[in-house]
């Protein structure tokens, strides 16, 4: 069983950081791989980034010289740093579990996932 809870959203200015953090609960978390996904209203659930249990990872091409997404197994936690944050990535952030570790970026290969947590940036 795996549950996740998101944090770390909020309002910020165009240019921003925020830091969002999944935590995680079961003693396998170092085996898994995590991602994290978004949807804005009317849009469809997009692909951010995923890590693999020894750190390897990938991110949409729209993100990757601006987001960060890394791991502290200790604490079951998985984490999203976006820096210069733009209108466009204002959406709903969720965290997402590959138990099997397919190396995919579709929603459907991630089983379990968080509540989501709302990043705003205005203009």
């Known amino acids: 069983q795996v549950h996740l809870v998101e944090s770390g959203g909020g309002l910020v200015q165009a240019g921003g950081s925020l830091r969002l953090s999944c935590a995680a609960s079961g003693r396998a978390f170092s085996l898994y791989t995590m991602g994290w996904f978004r949807q804005a209203p009317g849009k469809e659930r997009e692909f951010v980034a995923r890590i693999s249990p020894t750190g390897g990872s990938i991110y949409d091409d729209f993100v990757k010289d601006r987001f960060t997404i890394s791991r502290d197994n200790a604490k079951n936690t998985v984490y999203l740093q976006m820096n210069s944050l733009k209108p466009d990535d204002t959406a709903v952030y969720y965290c997402?579990?590959?138990?099997?570790?397919?190396?995919?970026?579709?929603?459907?290969?991630?089983?379990?996932w968080g509540q989501g947590t709302q990043v705003t940036v205005s203009s």
């Open positions: 997402a579990v590959d138990m099997f570790n397919s190396g995919r970026t579709d929603a459907r290969h991630f089983a379990y």
